[in-house]
């Protein structure tokens, strides 16, 4: 089975209409992301939790909400779907990895993604 | 802030032949520096990356990188491509010392062809 899932992978909706697309994990990681990947655009950070009461604002939060219901679980909302918020949308998680002093790093898991698709 | 550029948006490159795929970064302190592959309809997985010592990276399927302070670049290379390799490519950096979040390049779509 695969270590980070989201649901749906495919999902047609339209202006408008409130949308939910869930991650769940099972890698054990306190930390969890979504990135939406627009084309040319690479991937650009939603929003991020670093703990079930740790949430943070990525660089594109607006339009969006987020619930991490438990430290697997790490769900994305549309409140108001409109067109531009159409792309793939990816879940990650991250390990924690503790170096000298306080430096440390993330690397991510991602899962399989979910298309968006508002008309 | 930190940033990454991949001036390259495409690469086609015939199979067997060697690849180099280019990113540059721009930082005010030191990175830690990442390469990710996106094969298609698939998810982003770690190809290799950077932290500290040896400059010269090892990831998997035959790709390395290479570190180059002095130059901000952190290039992927291949000496023989499949077509297996066709996918997209992603450089990201993120910044030593507290937590910093990872930047991701545009990506660089390889084209392996026969």
């Known amino acids: 089975d695969a270590d980070v899932t989201q649901t749906p992978r495919n999902r047609i909706t339209k202006t408008g209409k409130r949308i939910m697309l869930e991650c769940s994990q099972t890698k054990g990681h306190d930390r969890m992301y979504w990135y939406r990947q627009d084309p040319g655009l690479g991937l650009r950070l939603i929003y991020y939790s670093f703990d079930v009461k740790d949430i943070n604002k990525g660089e594109i939060s607006d339009g969006y909400s987020v619930s991490r219901q438990a430290q697997a679980k790490f769900s994305l909302s549309l409140e108001s779907a409109i067109p531009n918020q159409t792309a793939l949308y990816f879940c990650?998680?991250?390990?924690?990895?503790?170096?000298?002093?306080?430096?440390?790093?993330?690397?991510?898991?991602f899962g399989p993604g979910t298309r968006l698709t508002v008309l | 802030a930190q940033s990454v550029t991949q001036l390259d948006s495409q690469v086609p490159v015939f199979e067997e032949a060697p690849v180099e795929l280019r990113c540059n970064y721009s930082s005010s302190v030191s990175v830690y520096l990442f390469w990710y592959v996106q094969y298609p309809n698939q998810g982003l997985q770690l190809l290799l990356k950077y932290l500290s010592g040896s400059t010269l990276v090892k990831g998997i399927n035959g790709f390395e990188a290479e570190f180059n302070k002095s130059q901000t670049s952190f290039h992927l290379r291949k000496p023989s491509v499949h077509i297996s390799d066709t996918a997209e490519y992603f450089c990201?950096?993120?910044?030593?010392?507290?937590?910093?979040?990872?930047?991701f390049g545009t990506g660089t779509k390889l084209q392996v062809i026969p």
């Open positions: 990650a998680t991250s390990d924690f990895m503790g170096l000298a002093g306080d430096s440390y790093t993330d690397t991510q898991y």
């Open positions: 990201a950096v993120s910044v030593m010392g507290g937590y910093q979040k990872v930047t």
